[in-house]
C-alpha cells in the first residue's frame, strides 16, 4: 500500500526463533461493516490461521501475521512487497527470516515491464519467479489486490457499478494499476505480492493451502483497509464540523441552521441569545423565546411556500435585555448530492440601528431646517452688530474683491456716495493693495497701519488695520475680513503712559540724587569709623579678636554700599569666585541674636555647591535683605530654612546654584506679589523703605538669575533664587 511506512519492524511470534519485519499501514475508516467474513475452516491449522486473521484489529496487523502463517505451512522465507502508487515504485513492506541483500533483489518499479513480478502482478496469477542465475531457492509469487465482491457505501447509496473493489473481483488477467483510485467513494487502493520460498520438492497441496491462506488475509485486509478509509473520512469531517463551528460562533450576527421541518439544528451564540431559555430567566423570558420561535418557523415557511424572496424583516425580542430587535433573515437553502433540498441557513442581521439611523436622519434634516432659520437670524444679528460697531470692518472674497462693508467704511471709502472724492479713490486704492497683498500672502494674521482720509474730519487719520483669514473646508481662502481701527485715541493713551513714565523717571532722579545727597554725608563719619576701628585693632584681645572682625568687615561692607548708592546702585561691582554657603554661614551668624530674640528656629540645609562666580558683598546685602524681611514677617516666632544645592536643568547641558529662602510668616497676597520688587512697595508701614526686595532683583538680575515666588496667606512664603553656574 502507497501509505505504508518504509520501515521494517520485527514482531514475536514467528516460528523456530524466526524474525518478521513489517511496514505500517496507513490507517482508513468506515462508518459501518457492509457484511461479516465468511469463514471456510478446513483443517484445524486453517482455522487458527483464520482466528489470528480476525483478531487483528488494524490493517498494519494483517501480514505480520500471513507471513508467520506461512512460516508455520512449511515454507522456509516469505516477505510482502507493495506498490506504492505516488512514486510507483515495488518494494518490501514486511518480511520474515530473510536478509537484507535478498529483500533489495526484488525491489523494482511499475515501469519495470520486464520484471517477473510485475508480470505477476498485473496478470493476477500466481506463480513461480524464475531465478536467472541459477542459485539459491526459487520463491512462489501470490498477487493481493484490494478487492471484494460487495460495493461500497457510495457506490450502493447512488446504485453506482463503477466500485474499484467490485471492478478489481471482476477482473481475471490484466490489472490497470495506473488507475487505482475508486471513483465513487475516492479511497486509493491497495496492491501487493507475497511471496514465499520454495524448498527441494514442490508440494501442490501446500501452494493450494498458501493460496487459501492468502485469499483468507486478503479479505480480511479489504475490510480493514476499507473501515480505516471511512474512519478517516469521519475525522476529516469532524475536523472540517469543527472549523465550520470555530467560524459560525466567532460571528457577531445570529446563524440558524434547520433542517426541512424548520427544526433547529444547529445555531451560534448569538442566535441562543433569541431562541434559547437561559438559566435563570422568569415566566416572561421564557414565553418570549417561544414567540422568537414562533415568528422565526413562520417566516421560514412563508419564504418557503413563496420560493422567491431570500429575506424578509423579521422583529424579535432580546430576552436579556427585554427590548425588540429588527432583524434581515437572509436565507439559503442545504441541498444533497442528488439536489434534493435538507434544511436552510439563516443569516440575520440585525437592521436596528439602520432604522434608527434612518429616524435620525430624518429628525436631523427638521433640525436643520430649525438651523436653517437660526442662521438667518444670527445673520440678521450680525449685519446689526456690524453696523453699529465703532469701527471701519471690510469684508473681501478670495480675489481681494470687497463683498460687505459696514456704515462706517461705506463713508471711508465712499460707497454710498455717487460721485467720489479724489482723495476717497485714493483711500480704496490703498486698500485694494493691502486687501491683494494680505489675502494672495502666507500669513493667517495681519497688522499694519494705514493712512487715510477721513472725509468727516476732513483729515488725514491713521488706523491701524487688522485682518483675518477665513477658509472653507479645504482649506482654501474663502474670505478675509478687516477691522479699522482709529490711531488717534492709542495715540493719546501712548501719551498718558509717556506722561506716567517721565514722572517715574523724575521720581526715580530725585530718588538718586537723595541718596547720592545721604551716602555722601553718611561717607564722612564712616571713614572716621573705620579710622577708628583700624585703631582699635591694635588694643582688642584675643577673645574679643572675632567681635572686632565682624564689626571691621560690615563696616567695610557698609561703605561700599554707601558707594553703590552714589552711582544709584549702578553695576560697578567687580565678580570674584566665592563660597555662597561661607555667605550663608556669616549672615545667620550676624543675625543669630535678633532672630533667636524674636523665636525664630533657623534651620540650615546646605548642599555641596561648586565654586560660584559673583559678588560676594552683594550676596551677603541679598541674603541680609530676604533675612529681615522673613523676620518681620513672623511677629510670633517661626521657622526659618535656607537651603542651598546644585542642581541640572532637564536636558542636562547647564547647572544651576539654588538659594531657597523660606519662612512660616504671614505670606504675601497675590495682590502685593505683582508689585513686590518695585521700588518703594512695602506691607511694613511706617518701618520699612519698599527697598529691600527691589535691591535683591537688581541683584539676581546682575548676575543674570531668577526669581521664583510661592506664598500662602497665613502659612508661609518661599523665595527661590536660581542662579547659572558658568563653566
Given amino acids: 500500500m502507497s501509505r505504508h511506512a518504509a520501515c521494517h519492524a520485527p514482531l514475536r511470534g514467528g516460528a523456530d526463533g524466526a524474525r518478521l519485519k513489517v511496514q505500517g499501514m496507513a490507517p482508513v475508516a468506515s462508518p459501518r461493516i457492509l457484511e461479516k467474513p465468511v469463514l471456510l475452516m478446513h483443517d484445524r491449522t486453517g482455522d487458527a490461521a483464520a482466528l489470528r486473521l480476525l483478531s487483528a484489529e488494524r490493517s498494519e496487523e494483517i501480514f505480520p501475521i500471513l507471513l508467520e502463517e506461512v512460516v508455520k505451512i512449511g515454507f522456509p522465507r516469505a516477505l510482502v512487497l507493495e506498490v506504492d502508487f505516488e512514486n510507483g515504485e515495488v518494494k518490501a513492506t514486511a518480511s520474515l527470516n530473510c536478509d537484507k541483500n535478498e529483500i533489495e533483489r526484488f525491489r523494482t518499479s511499475l515501469w519495470a515491464r520486464d520484471n517477473p513480478i510485475m508480470a505477476v502482478l498485473q496478470g493476477l496469477n500466481a506463480g513461480v519467479l524464475p531465478n536467472p542465475s541459477g542459485k539459491g531457492a526459487s520463491f512462489y509469487a501470490y498477487p493481493m489486490i484490494y478487492r471484494s465482491r460487495t460495493r461500497c457505501w457510495e457506490a450502493e447509496r447512488e446504485r453506482r457499478e463503477d466500485c474499484l473493489a467490485v471492478q478489481n473481483a471482476r477482473l481475471s488477467r490484466h490489472l490497470p494499476l ?60 469532524e475536523v472540517t464540523i469543527s ?56 417566516a421560514l415557511s412563508s419564504m418557503m411556500v413563496s420560493g422567491k424572496d431570500s429575506s424578509r424583516d423579521l422583529t424579535l425580542v432580546d430576552v436579556m435585555e427585554g427590548e425588540e430587535v429588527l432583524f434581515e433573515a437572509v436565507c439559503a437553502p442545504t441541498q444533497s448530492a442528488d439536489g434534493t433540498r435538507t434544511g436552510m441557513v439563516t443569516v440575520m442581521r440585525d437592521v436596528t440601528d439602520l432604522r434608527r439611523a434612518d429616524m ?27 453696523e453699529n460697531v465703532g469701527d471701519p470692518i471690510i469684508v473681501a472674497d478670495n480675489s481681494a474683491k470687497i463683498v460687505l462693508l459696514d456704515t462706517l ?10 460721485s467720489k472724492h479724489p482723495q476717497v479713490m485714493k483711500n480704496l486704492a490703498k486698500l485694494d493693495a493691502y486687501l491683494t497683498a494680505f489675502t494672495f500672502s502666507f500669513a493667517d494674521k495681519d497688522n499694519r497701519s494705514l493712512r487715510l482720509y477721513n472725509p468727516s474730519s476732513q483729515s488725514e487719520v491713521e488706523y491701524a488695520a487688522r485682518s483675518g483669514k477665513i477658509y472653507d473646508a479645504r482649506g482654501q481662502v474663502s474670505y478675509t475680513v478687516t477691522v479699522l481701527r482709529d490711531f488717534t485715541a492709542w495715540r493719546k493713551l501712548e501719551q498718558l503712559q509717556m506722561e506716567r513714565r517721565m514722572l517715574e523717571i523724575e521720581k526715580f532722579a530725585a530718588t538718586g540724587k537723595l541718596a547720592g545727597t545721604i551716602a555722601h554725608e553718611i561717607n564722612n563719619p564712616m571713614e572716621a569709623i573705620k579710622n577708628a576701628i583700624y585703631i582699635l585693632g591694635e588694643k582688642v584681645g584675643p577673645e574679643s579678636r572675632q567681635v572686632y572682625d565682624v564689626l571691621k568687615n560690615e563696616t567695610e561692607r557698609v561703605t561700599r554700599i554707601v558707594r553703590q548708592m552714589l552711582g544709584l546702585y549702578r553695576n560697578v561691582v567687580q565678580f570674584d569666585s566665592f563660597d555662597i554657603n561661607g555667605v550663608v554661614e ?142
Fill in 178 to 237: 495506473e488507475g487505482q483510485i475508486c471513483t465513487a467513494c475516492g479511497m486509493r487502493a491497495y496492491a501487493t505480492l507475497l511471496l514465499a520460498q520454495l524448498g527441494k520438492e514442490r508440494d501442490s497441496a501446500r501452494l493450494d493451502q498458501l493460496g487459501n491462506l492468502a485469499e483468507r488475509a486478503n479479505n480480511y485486509l479489504a475490510r480493514l483497509f476499507k473501515i480505516e478509509h471511512y474512519f478517516n473520512r469521519m475525522r476529516d469531517m
Fill in 586 to 727: 556669616d549672615t545667620l551668624a550676624l543675625f543669630a541674636r535678633p532672630l533667636a530674640k524674636a523665636g525664630i528656629v533657623v534651620d540650615k540645609r546646605l548642599g555641596e555647591l561648586p565654586a560660584f562666580k559673583g559678588s560676594g558683598d552683594q550676596f551677603r546685602q541679598l541674603l541680609s535683605n530676604l533675612v529681615v524681611n522673613s523676620r518681620d514677617s513672623m511677629n510670633s516666632g517661626g521657622k526659618l530654612v535656607i537651603r542651598t544645592r546644585a542642581i541640572r536643568s532637564m536636558d542636562g547641558l547647564r547647572r544651576w546654584v539654588s538659594l531657597s529662602v523660606a519662612d512660616t510668616g504671614c505670606g504675601i497676597s497675590r495682590e502685593i506679589q505683582k508689585s513686590m520688587f518695585e521700588p518703594f512697595v512695602t506691607t511694613k508701614g511706617g518701618k520699612g523703605t519698599g527697598l529691600g526686595l527691589w535691591i535683591v532683583k537688581g541683584i539676581v538680575e546682575n548676575h543674570t538669575g531668577r526669581i521664583r515666588v510661592r506664598s500662602v496667606i497665613g502659612k508661609g512664603t518661599i523665595i527661590n533664587l536660581l542662579f547659572p553656574i558658568s563653566t
Fill in 360 to 386: 435620525e436622519v430624518r429628525a436631523n434634516l427638521d433640525k436643520l431646517r430649525i438651523a436653517e432659520e437660526i442662521v438667518r437670524q444670527e445673520r440678521d444679528r450680525l449685519n446689526l452688530v456690524i
Fill in 409 to 418: 467704511a461705506k463713508e471711508l471709502f465712499g460707497i454710498s456716495e455717487g
Fill in 243 to 298: 472549523r465550520l463551528s470555530a467560524v459560525m460562533q466567532s460571528m457577531a450576527d445570529p446563524v440558524i441552521f434547520t433542517d426541512d421541518q424548520h427544526r433547529v439544528v444547529i445555531q451560534n451564540r448569538a442566535a441562543e441569545r433569541f431562541f434559547r431559555v437561559p438559566e435563570g430567566i422568569g415566566d416572561g423570558g421564557r414565553r418570549a423565546v417561544e414567540l422568537n420561535n414562533l415568528l422565526f418557523s413562520a
